[in-house]
């Protein structure tokens, strides 16, 4: 402890190195940390079917219980949780954590068709096969889906072929934030997912102008053609839910219905709203 404290000392009198770069090292010390101490936990958020009111799932989320700066949402370390790799063991923390509960949930009669959908960094795509962080090891029980970004997924073979090998071992793949990197289309027609989320960007003009408008109701219709789920994100007023609505997009999530929950509150929001017997979200239609 008391090297660790002399070496801090020598870098606050060290005026040539950059701070931020100094703040980087030391919170990649601290992610390594966490991770082998588990301080991350997830929060889910409920994701609505509009027309309904039901909940049909949730979206995974992590944070991270920092000991000394509290709960930290993924802006505060996702960053350099990717620039250092340490994304590729945290993911698949997250990736068992998640399906841990939702195996739990399952076995809850009034939770068991839910779905719940965990975020994926591209690099997790570029695992070799086999290894321990490999993806296709995880064994996923029937509900959980995998969110990825346009920007996040390298097109590279190794990225294609673990897409694939999901994709036949039935694991339900949804683009996240679409519509914010250059090549959206060309990503729903190459990846083989089953749900496009069209990014807060969009849904937050709304009620808007014309324009505005015309860019939910094209992916919208998109979808349709597809025969793909769409859910509108970051959803905060009964305007947009309306508005959404009006325009055939059948799922939804944000603020206006609930914020990022933890495992038992989460629960408590969808008793709330009960799935029945329904099953809205499948795996084509919209
Ligand atoms: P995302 O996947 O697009 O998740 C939605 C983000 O929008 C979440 O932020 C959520 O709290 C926030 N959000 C939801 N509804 C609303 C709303 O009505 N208004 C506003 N203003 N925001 C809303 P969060 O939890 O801070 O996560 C940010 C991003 O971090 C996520 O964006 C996702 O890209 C990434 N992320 C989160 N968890 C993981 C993870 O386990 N692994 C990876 N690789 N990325 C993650
Ligand atoms: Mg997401
Ligand atoms: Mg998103
Ligand atoms: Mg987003």
């Not at 325009?247 to 799935?275: E, I």
Request: hydrophobic share 45%; net charge neutral; charged share 20%.
């Amino acid at each position: 402890a008391a090297k660790r404290a002399g070496r801090n000392r020598t870098v606050l009198f060290e005026p040539s190195m950059h701070e931020q770069a100094l703040a980087r090292v030391d919170t990649e010390r601290q992610l390594r940390e966490a991770l082998r101490e588990e301080q991350f936990t997830l929060h889910y958020q409920p994701v609505m079917h509009l027309p309904s009111g039901r909940c049909v799932g949730f979206e995974a989320l992590v944070r991270w219980q920092h000991p000394q700066r509290g709960l930290l949402a993924p802006g505060a370390f996702l960053d350099i949780a990717e620039r250092s790799g340490l994304i590729v063991p945290l993911g698949a923390w997250v990736l068992r954590e998640a399906a841990r509960q939702l195996r739990e949930w399952q076995g809850e009669a009034d939770l068991a068709g839910l779905f719940v959908s965990v975020n994926l960094s591209g690099q997790q795509l570029q695992v070799p096969a086999g290894t321990p962080d490999d993806l296709l090891t995880v064994s996923f029980p029937d509900g959980l889906h995998l969110e990825i970004t346009e920007t996040s997924l390298a097109d590279t073979p190794e990225a294609l072929r673990a897409m694939r090998a999901l994709e036949r071992r039935g694991v339900p793949l949804m683009l996240d934030d679409f519509g914010t990197g250059f090549a959206s289309l060309s990503a729903a027609q190459r990846f083989p997912v089953g749900t496009l989320k069209i990014d807060r960007s969009f849904v937050s003009p709304l009620p808007g102008d014309a324009r505005q408008t015309a860019i939910v109701a094209s992916v919208v219709t998109l979808a349709r053609h597809m025969q793909l789920n769409v859910v509108a994100e970051g959803i905060e007023t009964a305007e947009q839910a309306q508005a959404v609505t009006d325009l055939g997009c059948t799922f939804g999530q944000g603020f206006l219905f609930s914020r990022p929950l933890p495992a038992a509150a989460a629960a408590a929001f969808a008793r709330s709203r009960p799935l029945g017997t329904a099953r809205p979200f499948g795996g084509t239609g919209t």
